[in-house]
């Protein structure tokens, strides 16, 4: 048989896990040597990464298909922000993706050096006898995954080394029960209606600034069909825009822009085929073109700007001509500035509009960067680089944020959604510095202990900020909350969504 790797490789013994790992979405600690006889396939990733992402449909489906099979998947997580390091996070992470297989937390990447990894996602699968027979980084090709665990499973059978019936492994999901699932991103519109993505509830909702639900729009289960309100389907919505009475989305995970038509009650699908688009894309009219994992969006007359997280670039809608073409970033993921399709991006995920400039929170290299629409280049406020991150105020030059999602810019601040550090931040325009507004370092909360009407909650991975008559509502993603903070009185409280 030949051995399938992406260098250069000794055909050598897996490393058995380390002892006293931390094993989620299993009741038991897995070992290879527990395993014998099983094809194992190994999934290396981290869960900030919009590559780990794409990965997980194909081993989802691979899964479905080797069920009753002895092949066993695991997903080994090596961290790249220090945020994702932490086991409760890397938890909630499996429950907002949907994985259904064991994960193991690879601390201080261990298991990742044993296995000589060197990028985010990469598949290692080991024979039934316990030997690395695959290795590959990248975006997983189903068809070639297939084609190895077949082959192994095929060659093992005949030489009487296959286990004869598949290990059982007791899953223990974390189970949401809230109102909120994820809540991604947040508009509003002039007249106070909030338009918030409940993005693992596969839905859109409407409230008034109360947090009473006004409209539900989507069936609630993972689909793509367009409809009236209650039979739509959308799959894991991220950004959604208020633009002229109806609501705009990015829905994520089926690589599609989709309006709300408000006035009929209706979802029409403007852009996308429902499969992820390539790498590399000029683009074309919106409902022929296949694009990838659209986070965000913005607009400013006719066009509607989208944060491409998939490719790492930013794309432009029109409303009128139905054309959809990249607008800003090569594709290559860095943190570039220049010409705005020379430049280099790393996986844009906020946008927010102000006079000629589009603001974007890039955040794989924890970064907050604007394009002049004028003059179409694109220029870095804040971020050195894309393992250049923390916690940290002052000069814009030397400040530091942890994988930020969210921007909302004014005439000469943007607040930001600092994810991973679970804050509010606040970029000064014309001082070019710095603060942190809510959850400064080492803090959970700016609540005051004597005051009773604050919420003393912390705020935990928001996704989104936005900016209404005074207060901020922000997208408290791991809370499955909406929280409002009043910049007058300086007070966080949570917005009571309801029936």
């Not at 949401?176 to 699932?181: E, K, Q």
């Not at 670039?313 to 990249?326: G, K, L, P, S």
């Amino acid at each position: 048989m030949n051995f399938l790797f992406d260098q250069n490789f000794t055909k050598m013994k897996a490393p058995e896990f380390p002892k006293f790992f931390d094993w989620l979405n299993t009741e038991e600690e897995l070992s290879l040597e527990k395993l014998k006889g099983h094809v194992v396939v190994l999934d290396f990733w981290t869960y900030c990464c919009i590559n780990c992402m794409h990965a997980l449909p194909v081993l989802a489906e691979l899964e479905k298909k080797y069920e009753h099979k002895p092949v066993v998947f695991i997903g080994v997580h090596s961290a790249k922000f220090e945020n994702e390091q932490l086991t409760q996070n890397i938890e909630l992470a499996i429950a907002r993706y949907e994985i259904y297989h064991p994960v193991v937390t690879d601390e201080e990447m261990t298991i990742w050096r044993s296995y000589g990894v060197n990028a985010w996602p990469t598949i290692v699968i080991v024979d039934p006898k316990g030997d690395i027979f695959f290795r590959r980084s990248g975006e997983p090709q189903k068809e070639a995954l297939e084609d190895v665990i077949d082959i192994l499973l095929e060659e093992y059978a005949k030489k009487g080394v296959l286990a004869k019936e598949p290990i059982e492994i007791k899953y223990k999901p974390v189970e949401i029960t809230s109102t909120l699932a994820f809540p991604g991103k947040i508009s509003i519109s002039e007249d106070g209606k909030i338009a918030l993505s409940d993005s693992n509830h596969n839905r859109i909702l409407v409230t008034d600034l109360s947090g009473k639900i006004e409209q539900i729009i989507g069936k609630g289960e993972i689909g793509f069909t367009d409809g009236d309100f209650e039979t739509a389907t959308l799959f894991r919505p991220q950004g959604v825009l208020w633009k002229d009475g109806d609501i705009f989305v990015a829905d994520t995970e089926n690589h599609a822009l989709r309006r709300i038509d408000m006035k009929n009650q209706t979802v029409i699908t403007l852009v996308g085929t429902g499969e992820q688009g390539p790498w590399l894309s000029e683009g074309g009219k919106g409902r022929d073109i296949a694009i990838s994992s659209p986070w965000d969006l913005a607009s400013k007359d006719d066009l509607i700007f989208i944060a491409m997280a998939g490719n790492h670039q930013i794309w432009v809608y029109n409303v009128e001509t139905e054309i959809v073409r990249r607008f800003a970033g090569s594709g290559r993921e860095n943190i570039v500035d220049g010409k705005n399709l020379e430049a280099q991006l790393a996986q844009p995920s906020g946008l927010s509009i102000f006079s000629n400039k589009l603001y974007f929170a890039d955040s794989e290299v924890s970064a907050i960067r604007e394009v002049d629409l004028t003059q179409k280049q694109v220029k870095t406020i804040v971020g050195q680089g894309l393992f250049v991150f923390g916690h940290q105020d002052g000069p814009v030059d030397q400040a530091l944020f942890q994988h930020p999602l969210g921007v909302f810019a004014t005439v000469n601040k943007i607040y930001v959604a600092d994810t991973y550090n679970g804050a509010i931040r606040v970029i000064d325009l014309m001082t070019k510095e710095v603060s942190s507004l809510i959850g400064k370092p080492g803090m959970k909360t700016v609540c005051k202990v004597d005051d009773p009407d604050c919420d003393k909650l912390g705020l935990y991975e928001p996704s989104d900020v936005e900016l209404f008559d005074n207060m901020l509502y922000i997208t408290d993603t791991n809370n499955h909350l909406v929280r409002v903070y009043d910049l007058e009185k300086n007070i966080l409280q949570t917005l009571d969504i309801r029936d």
